[in-house]
């Protein structure tokens, strides 16, 4: 089994993590039923996650800025089966209903399935209950943003609560680094979606703490900056995504320019290190922007190859450059796998940048909608 090093630093002592550690004891205690609710926020990649080895381990170390208003509230209802019941379920697997803004919602099902047998083994009290999920966006669905890193997010957190009432000594730690953990395990980008403002996902050599199983918050100082940074989504195609992210990071494997991506990521990182403490926002624009434009060229560069931006999205990228040209304003741009648009932008510009958004890019947006965000802290309990 692979191993993990460097991952908890605790008293000078390093803690290697293996998934293993998520597997639990015996319970100490038992509940029939009851229910908890959580919300956990979408998150937007700066370093992005593209390409991923067995068991949802990345490919290369991702880093996000948490999003503050786009999110998922998932409230899980459970009951314990009855002996009797249990005993008459002849396909003795998991039973569960998915309600999606209050209504059933079977073409949701599959995923939720293939979710619980891949935590199964880290959740070994699943198949104990009938579970009621009842989840909703605060964003529209058919946007273009992908609700599954909140969506796994609000579900992991859920499934915590109810484990952490079957093993009530359970540490806090343990609490949000296994939800991330479980959370990755449903789709990888969800387990940044957690806890923290800045969060690093993947083992990075100079980014103490970092895993490739679960994400972690930066750790180190994050300059005044970027307090309040923001995040307004403009909505450029909110059709289905052309290509899932599962295919995408598929066509990472045997990709020609792959190990030099991966390379390259790690280099990001390094750089967005300094740049966090010294709060250069024209080295943290070259950054984001460049692993933008690489996450796209990986897909213009492999085999099928895809084109996911938009007339209108290339018109959106020039449009900020002009501005920005002529203003000396720090906005800049990031995408992900999709045809929206994120502009990031400090607090103290926002006037400036919400006016320009208004006058000059409003126009590229499908039914002129666009979604203000900002960074933001992680999932909440309800
Ligand atoms: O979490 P997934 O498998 O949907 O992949 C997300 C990939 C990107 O959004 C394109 C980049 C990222 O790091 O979030």
Redesign the pocket.
Known sequence: MVKYFKNYLCQNLYFMFTAADFIPNKYTSTIENGNFEWSAPS???L????G?KDN?IPANP?V?FTLNNCKTITKLGFSKKSISTSLNVTNDGFSFDLLFEGKPKEDFKPKIQKFLERVEVYLPFLKDYHFTIDTQNTFPHSSGI?S??SGMAALAMNFMSLERKLNPEMTEDYFYQKASFLARLG????C?SVKGNVVV?GNQANIQGSTDLFGVEFPYTIHENFKNYQDTILLVDKGEKQV???V??DLMHNHPYAKRRFAQAHENLDKLIAIFENGNLDEFIKVVESEALT?HAMMMTSIPYFILMKPNTLEIINAIWKFRQETQIPVCFTL??GANVHVLYPENVSEKVLQFIQDKLVVFCQNSQYICDKIGHGAIAL
């Open positions: 998150n937007i990649a370093v992005k996650y593209w991923k949802q991702s996000s992908a599954s890193a789709s990888g980008s969800a940044r996902w899932s992210s599962t995408g990071h996450l992900d796998a």
